[in-house]
């Protein structure tokens, strides 16, 4: 299986609600990442996960909130965002990167578009 | 500061042509440079990897060079299809392998029959 799942495809919310996104792989990755992407713009990285633990957290505001239950699965809390975080949110998984290893292609999810209004 | 560049204009070719797309990349010294393909609403597919220590790479219609003098890497399609029609990224790791993986731009590339 090399598919990297994301739930919902679609979420649209008011500033004050509260949702979660959800991402599943079932390849033994052992590093999961949220990206965020605007309309023609590359993704642009929010988190990593290594071993379950955050490794990376590119300074994101704290509206957005990661969890990394077990190795299979990576969410994404969201609270109080603003119409600005409209965007599609990608999950993706790869080998985790180690010193001395020189790759790790990932594998991305299909998305989560979301609409903040 | 770290830059990675590439053409912002979509390619325009005719099928059956070489499509040549360019990535150049400034104050990075990367372990390895991956092309990852997207289609609209769609996550980034992985297509290729190249290291540092190798000039050329092939897989199928797929050619990608590595130039780290020039600090620059292109990405061919031949014989190509209104298919390939996309958007291509490029992106770097840098040597310190922290799983951090900075995308440049993409060029969108049209293939019309």
């Known amino acids: 299986d090399t598919e990297v799942t994301q739930t919902p495809k679609h979420l649209v919310m008011g500033m004050t609600n509260k949702k979660s996104l959800k991402c599943e792989q079932h390849?033994?990755?052992?590093?999961m990442y949220w990206y965020k992407q605007k309309a023609k713009k590359p993704p642009e990285l929010m988190f990593v996960?290594?071993?379950?633990?955050?490794?990376i957290n590119e300074s994101v505001p704290s509206r957005f909130s990661p969890e990394c239950p077990n190795s299979s699965l990576l969410n994404l809390h969201l609270h109080a965002l603003q119409p600005e975080d409209s965007a599609l949110y990608l999950c993706?998984?790869?080998?985790?990167?180690?010193?001395?290893?020189?790759?790790?292609?990932?594998?991305f999810g299909p998305g989560t578009r979301l609409t903040v209004l | 500061s770290q830059k990675i560049e590439q053409n912002s204009e979509a390619l325009n070719i005719q099928e059956g042509k070489t499509a040549t797309l360019t990535c150049n990349y400034t104050?990075?010294?990367?372990?390895?440079l991956q092309w990852y393909r997207q289609d609209p609403g769609r996550g980034p597919v992985f297509l290729l990897l190249?290291?540092?220590?190798?000039k050329e790479k092939r897989k199928e219609r797929l050619k990608v060079t590595f130039d780290t003098t020039l600090k620059q890497s292109l990405f061919h399609i031949t014989a190509s299809q209104p298919a390939d029609s996309a958007t291509y990224l490029c992106?770097?790791?840098?040597?310190?392998?922290?799983?951090?993986?900075?995308f440049g731009q993409g060029t969108t590339l049209q293939v019309k029959p």
């Open positions: 993706a998984s790869s080998q985790v990167v180690l010193a001395g290893r020189s790759y790790n292609e990932q594998f």
């Open positions: 390849m033994g990755h052992r590093a």
């Open positions: 996960y290594s071993y379950e633990k955050l490794s």
């Open positions: 104050n990075y010294s990367p372990a390895y």
């Open positions: 190249i290291r540092e220590n190798e």
């Open positions: 992106a770097l790791m840098g040597s310190s392998n922290t799983g951090k993986l900075i």
